[in-house]
């Protein structure tokens, strides 16, 4: 019997080995992980060129950074954004040429190399300092390739149960645009010209307003009329001034005017992290607005990009959608 509990012993161990080995942490979708050895001082430097703070209200990166050195690289090989800096006298020289076999000065790019969607980075050239200068010159581009995987992970989370054709349908019929949203949403329509949306778990809102003809595309004027909005419909919701970024992008072929930030209702005393997105089409005035709830999470950018996404799917009457979704 104690020749069989001794043989049985090393099976157990050798398998608990097994199954250390296949579970390393995965990290979040938004986390960068920079392989950069040699690189100790200039750690912010990274994190300034291709990250960006959002208040939500909460201070909030828009990716987490994680400096390491090749040699810890095994606990983070299933990470999904991974950055590795080197020139020919840096530690991890011999780590780098495994995975990027060309050692000539650039930037490279590599899908799928350790694990499955994963998106690697090399920056390579002749000395740390022209390697700082390489990374520096292409941040936009990483950045944007970071930000593109990033959303592609969070569509497949906002969609994971599918779609609601059903209310998709429904919105268009009824205000002549509508969205892809998945199962859960509830619809509230308030007049003509205003509807909401809403969803928990966390707690979730879109408001949709339309005028019938356009608007100067200025953000103070959009926060101002979403305020207004809010007094009438929300018990005095209104957007915290001191939170707030501005940006442009394209919506359905026309600028649109981003706001992110934060809402707050000191009458309910809530608030929580919103994205507004504002334009012009076809001589009428479209803004779409997303709002979270949800005190227990700090980080709520994930949840303001989901609902970046929905609004990017927007459909309208007069764009070529003539028939029901």
Same mark, same amino acid.
Request: hydrophobic share 35%; aromatic share 16%.
């Given at each position: 019997?104690?020749?069989k509990f001794i043989f049985a012993v090393p099976i157990v161990l050798l398998l608990a080995c097994?199954?250390?080995?296949?579970?390393?942490?995965?990290?979040?979708?938004?986390?960068?992980?920079?392989?950069?050895?040699?690189?100790?001082?200039?750690?912010?430097?990274?994190?300034?060129?291709?990250?960006?703070?959002?208040?939500?209200?909460?201070?909030?990166?828009?990716?987490?950074?994680?400096?390491?050195?090749?040699?810890?690289?095994?606990?983070?090989?299933?990470?999904?954004?991974?950055?590795?800096?080197?020139?020919?006298?840096?530690?991890?020289?011999?780590?780098?040429?495994?995975?990027?076999?060309?050692?000539?000065?650039?930037?490279?790019?590599?899908?799928?190399?350790?694990?499955?969607?994963?998106?690697?980075?090399?920056?390579?050239? +002749?000395?740390?300092? &022209?390697? #700082? /200068?390489?990374?520096? %010159?292409?941040?936009?581009?990483? =950045?944007?390739?970071?930000? +593109?995987?990033?959303? &592609?992970? #969070? /569509?497949?989370?906002? %969609?994971?149960?599918?779609?609601? =054709?059903?209310?998709?349908?429904?919105?268009?019929?009824?205000?002549?645009?509508?969205f892809e949203l998945s199962p859960g949403w509830v619809y509230i329509n308030h007049d003509e010209?205003?509807?909401?949306?809403?969803?928990?778990?966390?707690?979730?809102?879109?408001?949709?307003?339309?005028?019938?003809?356009?608007?100067?595309?200025?953000?103070?004027?959009?926060?101002?009329?979403?305020?207004?909005?809010?007094?009438?419909?929300?018990?005095?919701?209104?957007?915290?001034?001191?939170?707030?970024?501005?940006?442009?992008?394209?919506?359905?072929?026309?600028?649109?005017?981003?706001?992110?930030?934060?809402?707050?209702?000191?009458?309910?005393?809530?608030?929580?992290?919103?994205?507004?997105?504002?334009?012009?089409?076809?001589?009428?005035?479209?803004?779409?607005?997303?709002?979270?709830?949800?005190?227990?999470?700090?980080?709520?950018?994930?949840?303001?990009?989901?609902?970046?996404?929905?609004?990017?799917?927007?459909?309208?009457?007069?764009?070529?959608?003539?028939?029901?979704?």
């Amino acid at each position: 019997m104690w020749r069989k509990f001794i043989f049985a012993v090393p099976i157990v161990l050798l398998l608990a080995c097994e199954r250390a080995e296949e579970y390393r942490p995965t990290g979040r979708e938004n986390e960068v992980v920079f392989i950069c050895d040699g690189f100790p001082d200039h750690i912010f430097t990274l994190d300034s060129l291709i990250n960006d703070t959002f208040f939500t209200p909460q201070e909030t990166p828009l990716f987490r950074i994680t400096p390491i050195t090749y040699e810890q690289f095994i606990t983070y090989m299933n990470y999904k954004n991974i950055v590795i800096l080197s020139y020919p006298d840096s530690p991890n020289h011999e780590f780098y040429s495994r995975v990027f076999p060309s050692t000539g000065v650039g930037v490279y790019i590599r899908k799928n190399v350790f694990t499955e969607r994963d998106l690697v980075f090399g920056v390579y050239s +002749e000395s740390k300092d &022209s390697v #700082l /200068k390489l990374l520096n %010159y292409y941040a936009p581009v990483l =950045k944007q390739r970071i930000f +593109e995987n990033y959303i &592609s992970f #969070l /569509k497949d989370k906002e %969609y994971f149960l599918g779609y609601d =054709k059903k209310l998709t349908k429904k919105l268009f019929k009824e205000h002549g645009f509508t969205f892809e949203l998945s199962p859960g949403w509830v619809y509230i329509n308030h007049d003509e010209n205003f509807f909401t949306l809403y969803k928990h778990y966390p707690d979730r809102f879109i408001y949709c307003y339309t005028a019938a003809s356009e608007k100067p595309l200025d953000a103070n004027a959009f926060m101002h009329i979403r305020d207004s909005l809010g007094q009438i419909y929300y018990d005095g919701d209104q957007i915290l001034r001191s939170s707030i970024r501005v940006d442009t992008i394209g919506i359905n072929g026309v600028p649109a005017i981003v706001i992110v930030g934060a809402w707050q209702n000191d009458k309910n005393t809530t608030g929580g992290g919103l994205i507004n997105i504002s334009f012009n089409k076809d001589g009428c005035f479209y803004m779409f607005d997303y709002g979270i709830y949800n005190p227990d999470v700090q980080d709520k950018i994930e949840y303001i990009l989901r609902g970046y996404l929905i609004f990017k799917t927007v459909k309208l009457k007069n764009d070529g959608h003539s028939k029901n979704p």
